[in-house]
């Protein structure tokens, strides 16, 4: 997949792009079958909601999970990265919103770049995060919301690090200022159909709500940094907080994920 100039122009100008249908039902299908095992994991990357055993996050999936890490190198995702980016890049992060029917305390209004700059020393918001819609996300489950153009303001200077007692920390954007920027550029709910995906420019300003319907809205975030915006600091955070591989991606076969599907058919056929 290659990028139009028109493109690559809006996301400079709106801050992201979205593209329905990127993956098709089969490819999903062997992702949420591995999403089901990543569920039942321990350590210390899968993160829960405080006083509750529903997952929050699961940090890293990429690292250690085949169909993630293929997914993560596809052509569909890392051409459009490496120009928007005009580099090569890596995964600075990945993680994985579960965001069950009935569960998922919300996400504050906050920009990405902030907390990476401010815990792991990164230099400029050369970063995209690509979000992987892994169920029908509609009106109703809690989807993202975006504030459209909202990263040509830079770094947000009011929002301030809090920490979330997860060994990180948000750059929560008051409501004065939230409400400033939504009066220039509106708010934005990211929906689509299980296979949409979006790449969004890292300090765009998002948030979302807590999921109060029956139906589940899993999304997994691919946070793609240049290569020639390594982080300088981060030494004590956790490897599934700030990546300490940063050797350039390479795109996988296409058809990476469909040969999983078709493998794993065959071996349930023998």
């Given at each position: ?18 593209f ?5 039902a089969?490819?999903?299908?062997v ?8 569920q039942?994991r321990?350590?210390a ?5 405080p ?18 890490r ?20 890596y995964?600075?992060q ?86 400033a920027?939504?009066?220039?550029g ?26 109060v ?58």
């Amino acid at each position: 997949m290659y990028l139009t100039s028109q493109q690559v122009e809006e996301f400079d100008e709106r801050g992201y792009l979205q593209f329905s249908g990127l993956l098709d039902a089969e490819e999903v299908a062997v992702l949420n079958t591995e999403r089901r095992h990543l569920q039942a994991r321990e350590g210390a990357e899968v993160v829960r909601e405080p006083g509750s055993s529903a997952i929050r996050l699961i940090y890293g999936a990429h690292d250690y999970c085949e169909p993630f890490r293929l997914l993560s190198c596809l052509p569909r995702l890392l051409g459009p990265v490496r120009q928007l980016l005009r580099a090569s890049a890596y995964i600075h992060q990945s993680r994985l919103d579960p965001r069950r029917g009935f569960t998922g305390d919300p996400w504050n209004w906050h920009q990405d770049f902030g907390v990476w700059r401010h815990e792991d020393g990164m230099k400029r918001p050369d970063c995209v995060m690509t979000a992987i819609m892994l169920d029908d996300t509609t009106a109703v489950n809690g989807p993202l919301l975006l504030v459209p153009g909202s990263h040509r303001h830079g770094e947000v200077r009011e929002a301030h690090p809090e920490p979330d007692g997860r060994g990180s920390s948000v750059m929560r954007i008051s409501a004065h200022m939230l409400e400033a920027l939504a009066r220039d550029g509106g708010i934005e709910a990211l929906t689509g159909p299980a296979g949409t995906v979006a790449f969004i420019h890292c300090n765009l300003v998002h948030g979302s709500a807590n999921n109060v319907s029956p139906w589940p809205r899993a999304t997994l975030y691919l946070a793609y940094n240049s290569v020639e915006n390594l982080p300088e600091g981060g030494q004590g955070r956790a490897w599934f907080l700030n990546n300490p591989d940063r050797t350039p991606l390479d795109p996988v076969d296409d058809d990476a994920l469909h040969a999983l599907s078709r493998a794993a058919k065959a071996r349930r056929a023998g």
